[in-house]
C-alpha cells in the first residue's frame, strides 16, 4: 500500500512541476527563450502572494484575482523591455539576459524579505485531506495543485488550436518573418505569451509558497525542476510536460520512500538518463530535437 | 616579421594593389612587452609588499582565470555554460584526494585540473547535445547533481566537508606567497592558453560554431570537436581554480565549493568586459573587483548592481566595455587576428 501512496502523491506533486514547466515549455516554443528566470518569478509570485494575503488578512487564493493580471502584467513588460530587446541581439543574449534577471531578482528579494523561509496562507485548504482505502491519505491542496495543472494545460492547449490567437502564435512560433509578411503583429503575440508564461509562474508560485516553504534562492531549484520536466515530457508538448512533471514527482517520491538522501539525485539521474537514451524527450517531433541541438533553422 | 606573408604581387592581376597580412602591430609587440612586464612585477609582490596586496592581487587573478576560462567557452565557443562550479568542485575535492594521498598540494593544482577535465568527458557526450539555452540549464542540473554526489560521499566527509592536509609543514607567509604564485601562474596560463588556442585555427573555427554550426559544419568545421575541446579545456581550467580555491581555505565543503556564485561571476565578469576578446575579461575582471571593493558593504545589493550592468551590457553593449573601447579607438593589443595593409 506503502507504494501505491507514494506512486499517487508522486503524480500530485508531478502536477505542481507540470504547473511551473508550462510558462517555461511555451516560452521556448514561441519565442525560443529559454527563460532562465522562470524559477525566480514563480518565487516573486509567491512573495507577491505573501505581501497581498498579509496587508488583506485573506487566505492567498482570494488575492489571485489580483496577483495573476500583475503578474501577466510584469511578464508583457519583461518581454517588451528586456525579453525582445535581447532577441534582437543573437541567440546567447536571451540566456545572458534572463540569467542576469534571475541574479538581480534573488538578491532584491534578500534585500527586500531577507533570507527566512515563509510560508503562504492557505486557508482550510491547506489542511483537508481525504481518504482513499485504508493506508492512502490525499490532502485537497495537492489534489487542487495537480487539477490546477491540469486546467491550465487544458485551456492553453484550447487557446492555441482553437482560437485566432492561437493561430497566431502557432505561425509566429513556426516562422516570425512570414508571420509578419502575413500581417500578424508579432510583438503583441509574444508580449501575450509572456505575460501568460509569467503568470502560470506565479500561480505555481502560489501552490509551491502554500504546500512547503519558499526563501529568496528557491528560484534555481524550481527552475532545475520545470527544465527537467520540459526536457523528459518533450520540447514544446504541452502535454509532454505534464507527462514529464507527473515521471520526476513519482521518481521523487518513491525514491524518496527508500531514502530521502537520494531522492533529488534519482531526479537528476532521471532526467540525465533521457538526455542519453531520448535526448528529444519522450514526446517531440524532430523538428524540435534539431532547434535543441542548434542544428535548427528557428525564425 | 616572419610570418608576413604578400598576397597579390604575382603580377598577373596588376590592377590588385599588393598587401602585407601580418599578426604583430606596434601596438601588439609593445603591449604584450608590458604585459611581461607587468607578471614578473606580479610575481615579486610577496617579496617586496608582502601579505596585505596578496589577499586582494589573489582574488583579482581568480576573477582573471575564470574569467578567460568561461570566455573560451561561451565567448568564442558559444557554448554558455552556468554549471562551471560543478569543476570548481571536482577540482577542490581531487585537491582534496590528491593531498590526502601525500602528493604535495601545490602540485596537486595540475592533477585537479587534469582530473576535472576527465570528468568532464564523459559529461560533455550528455550535454554538448543540447545548445544555447538548453545546454545552459542542463550544465545547472550537472552542477547541482554533482553536489549532491559529494554530500552523499562519507569519504570525503558528506555534508560537512573535509579539510585539506598536507599544508601543515608551510608557515603562514610562505604559504600564503606560495598560493599567490599558483593563483599567478594559474591565471596566466589561462589568459597565455586562450591566446594561444584562438592565435591558431582553432579560434576562426570556434568563432565560426558559435555564430552558425550549420554552416560551419558545412564549411568542413568540425563542430562536435571544437565544442569538445573548449569544453574540455575550460573544464580542467576551473578545476585548477577549484583547486586553488581549496588551498585558500583549507576546507572543502559542498555547497561552498559547486556554489552558483563561480558561474554567476564568471558570466558577469566577461560580460561587463566584453566577450570574445581576449582583453575583455580581463577588464571585466578589473571592473568587478574594483566594485567589489567599493560595494562590499552593501551585500546583497552589489550582484543587484552587478546584474543589471550584465543585462545592459548585453543589451547596450554585446561586446562589453572592451569592445566599446576598440571599436571607438581601433585598438588591438595582442597579436591574435590578422591586419591587412597596403603596400607602399
Redesign the interface.
Known sequence: MNWVNAVIQGMLLGGQYALIACGLSLM?GVM?????AHGDLAVCGAYLGLVLSSALGVPVWVTLPLLLPAAFLAGMALQVL?FG??LR?????????????S??I???L??AATSDPRGLNGGALALASFHIGSGITVSWLFLTAFLTACTVLSCLQLLLSRTSWGRKVRATADDVDTARLVGIRVRPVFATVAGIAVATAALAGVFIGTIGTFDPLAG??T??FA??AV?IGG?GSLWGTLVGGVALGVTQVVVGEINQ??A??AV??L??AV??VR?GGLFTSRQAVRE????G?PG | MSRDTAIGSRGAQPSVTPVTVSRWSRTASAFTGVCLVAVVILAVVPYVIGGPAEQPLITLLTFIAMASQWNLLAGFSGLTSFGQNAYIGVGAYALYLVAAGGINPFAGIILAAIAAAVVSLPVSALVLRLSGGYFAVATLVVAATFQIIASLSPSVGGTTGVSVPGLAGYGDVLREALIYWATLAVAVASVAGVCVLVRRTFGLDARAVSSDPVGAASSGVRVGRIRLLAYLAAAGGAGAVGALIALQTLYVEPTTVFSIQYSVYMLFLVLVGGMGTIEGPIVGALVLFALQETLSAYGAWYLVIVGCLAVVATLAASRGLWGLASERFGWSLLPVGYRVRQEE
Open positions: 521556448f525560443r527563450i529559454v527563460n532562465i528586456l530587446r535581447a541581439h543573437g541567440v546567447l543574449a536571451p540566456v545572458l539576459v534572463t540569467f542576469g534577471l541574479v538581480m534573488e538578491n532584491l534578500q534585500v534555481t531549484n527552475l532545475i527544465f527537467e526536457v520540447i538522501a537520494y533529488v539525485l537528476n539521474l532526467f540525465l538526455l542519453t535526448p535543441l541541438q542548434g542544428l533553422a
